[in-house]
């Protein structure tokens, strides 16, 4: 059974950085698109950063432009978020996503973790 699995939420002050973790089983994740969404509380899910299976080109959604990067470590089979100056609208629980194809909306991804809060206060 494919496990996407979080870590590395917390509460933080603005201004701070957290890196999160998703560790993969089942498959490499040089197979897959890999992407971190975010679910602010009454919003939908967000397309925050996405990289490619191929090549490891990155995507950023303008929100997180410049203050977060996304990185892969194929010999742990796991994917990071590097997020620095954190804003309080960052404040949202993030989740991992993988697919084969991916794309901008949470519809297009099949496998998903099961999230990580991360609360940035002013």
């Known amino acids: 059974q494919v496990q996407l699995v979080e870590s590395g939420g917390g509460s933080v002050q603005a201004g701070d950085s957290l890196r999160l973790s998703c560790t993969v089983s089942?498959?490499?994740?040089?197979?897959?698109?890999m992407a971190w969404f975010r679910r602010a509380p009454g919003k939908e899910r967000e397309l925050v950063a996405r990289?490619?299976?191929?090549?490891?080109?990155?995507y950023f959604g303008d929100s997180v432009k410049g203050r977060f990067t996304t990185s892969r470590d194929m010999p742990s089979n796991t994917v990071y978020l590097q997020m620095t100056s954190l804003k309080p609208e960052d404040t949202a629980t993030y989740y991992c996503?993988?697919?084969?194809?991916?794309?901008?909306?949470?519809?297009?991804?099949?496998?998903w973790g099961q999230g990580t809060q991360v609360t940035v206060s002013s």
């Open positions: 089942v498959f490499p994740i040089s197979k897959y698109h």
């Open positions: 990289i490619q299976r191929t090549g490891g080109s990155t």
């Open positions: 996503a993988a697919d084969v194809d991916g794309g901008s909306f949470a519809r297009d991804w099949l496998h």
